[in-house]
């Protein structure tokens, strides 16, 4: 089915240790984004890229990096996880951003 | 920056009533796009309605229609006869208009508000 799709959907880290969140999809969709969900905070943008090839911040981008590897897929690096970042992770995409795509959300917990 | 506003944490409403949800936003552009998304517990981020910030007319689909009041910077979701189904988290989003358009698509993403968790008791 076409859509965004988000792997893993749960991971558990200790922190300090790394992990890349990845995300693809077959839209043929231009922009990506990385969203972050806390309870409360409603989701918050971390890293989008426009198209294959750019790639800027968001709201919150302190402790990730990403890569926008082709068009169709757009990767979130932890290089040193914290408790901070436990959080629910978003990949959306969009193709003029008349309508937007969401992956089905990775939940990460930093313990 | 844009702001979105959703000042309802929870709201509780009776199977069949109708109830609305609020979203008010704070923006200085004249062109831009508002819309709604349904969180069910399956995480899934579900559109609901979009309006066209250019466009009079409030938006509609089937059971869900908004107000937009865009002089107010207000936008709210109406949901008319209730269904268990509906229960989950709304949230209102912002979309720029303009930064979509000179940055060839993708700048800022959307803005979403804080979440409206929607209870139906049956």
């Known amino acids: 089915n076409a859509g965004v799709t988000q792997t893993p959907k749960f991971q558990v880290l200790k922190t300090g240790q790394s992990m890349t969140l990845q995300c693809a999809q077959d839209m043929n969709h231009n922009s990506m984004y990385w969203y972050r969900q806390d309870p409360g905070m409603g989701l918050r943008l971390i890293y989008y890229s426009a198209s294959e090839g750019t790639t800027d911040k968001g709201e919150v981008p302190n402790g990730y990096n990403v890569s926008r590897l082709n068009k169709r897929e757009f990767s979130l690096r932890l290089e040193s996880a914290a408790p901070s970042q436990t959080s629910v992770y978003f990949c959306a995409s969009t193709e003029g951003g008349y309508g937007y795509t969401f992956g089905s959300g990775t939940r990460l917990t930093v313990v | 920056a844009q702001t979105v506003t959703q000042s309802q944490p929870e709201m509780s409403v009776q199977e069949a009533e109708t109830v609305t949800l609020s979203c008010t936003y704070d923006?200085?552009?004249?062109?831009?796009?508002l819309f709604w998304y349904k969180q069910p517990p399956s995480r899934q981020m579900i559109l609901v309605i979009r309006q066209e910030a250019y466009k009079q007319q409030n938006a509609t689909e089937n059971r869900f229609s908004v107000n937009f009041q865009k002089a107010a910077k207000s936008f709210s979701l109406k949901i008319s006869d209730s269904q268990l189904g509906d229960a989950a988290m709304y949230f209102c989003?912002?979309?720029?208009?303009?930064?979509?358009?000179?940055?060839?698509?993708?700048?800022?993403?959307?803005?979403f508000g804080k979440g409206t968790h929607l209870i139906i008791q049956p």
């Open positions: 989003a912002y979309r720029s208009s303009v930064l979509f358009m000179y940055s060839g698509g993708g700048a800022d993403g959307l803005t």
């Open positions: 923006t200085s552009e004249s062109d831009y796009y």
